[in-house]
Structure formats: structure tokens, C-alpha cells
């Protein structure tokens, strides 16, 4: 039986990424900044991994709405970090901690 509470952190995990990317996605077209562009990417791929580790997909279709690239990558980082959330795949949890690290760096 799934974890409520572990589907629950994917879930803000995964809705964490898609707003991380497209807040990346928004600053890039003002921006010559490749890094926005990767992040936008890779985001949303992500967020695709993360809902795969759901046993029925996603629970719910409310994503939350774009904060700015800055707290939108804060955001990302608490979702990651939130207990319920783990354990996560090794090269998931990688790629992650990478996004975040670069997502950071772009806004700063």
C-alpha cells in the first residue's frame, strides 16, 4: 500500500520542478544566460522522473504558480529535502542536487 505522506512530497516535489522550470523558462527569454535554458529542461524532465516513482501517477493537477526563478529553485530545494520524500534513486537524487546547485547559480 502506497505511503500517503511519501506521495504527497513527490507530488510537491514534482510541482516544485515544473515551476522551477518554467520560472527558468520565463527568465531565459529575457536572458542570454544558457544556464536558464538548461535548467528549464531539465526540470521538467525530472519532475517526470520523480512522478514515475509514484505507483499511480500523480494525485492531483494543481500546479503552483511561478514565484520567481530564485524562490522558485528555494522551493525545489525544501521539496528535496523533505524527509517524507526519501529515499530517492542515487542518480535521481544526483541529477537533483545539481539542477538545484545550477538553478541557484542562474539566479544569482
Given at each position: 500500500?502506497?505511503?500517503?505522506?511519501?506521495?504527497?512530497?513527490?507530488?510537491?516535489?514534482?510541482?516544485?520542478?515544473?515551476?522551477?522550470?518554467?520560472?527558468?523558462?520565463?527568465?531565459?527569454?529575457?536572458?542570454?544566460?544558457?544556464?536558464?535554458?538548461?535548467?528549464?529542461?531539465?526540470?521538467?524532465?525530472?519532475?517526470?522522473?520523480?512522478?514515475?516513482?509514484?505507483?499511480?501517477?500523480?494525485?492531483d493537477d494543481v500546479l503552483p504558480e511561478g514565484r520567481g526563478l530564485a524562490s522558485s529553485a528555494n522551493a525545489a530545494r525544501e521539496a528535496f529535502h523533505e524527509p517524507?520524500?526519501?529515499?530517492?534513486?542515487?542518480?535521481?537524487?544526483?541529477?537533483?542536487?545539481?539542477?538545484?546547485?545550477?538553478?541557484?547559480?542562474?539566479?544569482?
Open positions: 500500500m502506497p505511503n500517503p505522506e511519501r506521495t504527497a512530497a513527490l507530488n510537491d516535489l514534482a510541482a516544485a520542478l515544473l515551476a522551477l522550470g518554467d520560472d527558468a523558462s520565463k527568465a531565459a527569454q529575457s536572458s542570454r544566460d544558457v544556464r536558464l535554458h538548461v535548467v528549464a529542461c531539465q526540470a521538467e524532465h525530472l519532475a517526470a522522473d520523480v512522478l514515475d516513482l509514484l505507483p499511480h501517477g500523480p494525485t517524507a520524500a526519501r529515499p530517492l534513486p542515487q542518480s535521481l537524487a544526483a541529477s537533483l542536487g545539481w539542477l538545484l546547485d545550477l538553478a541557484e547559480a542562474a539566479a544569482a
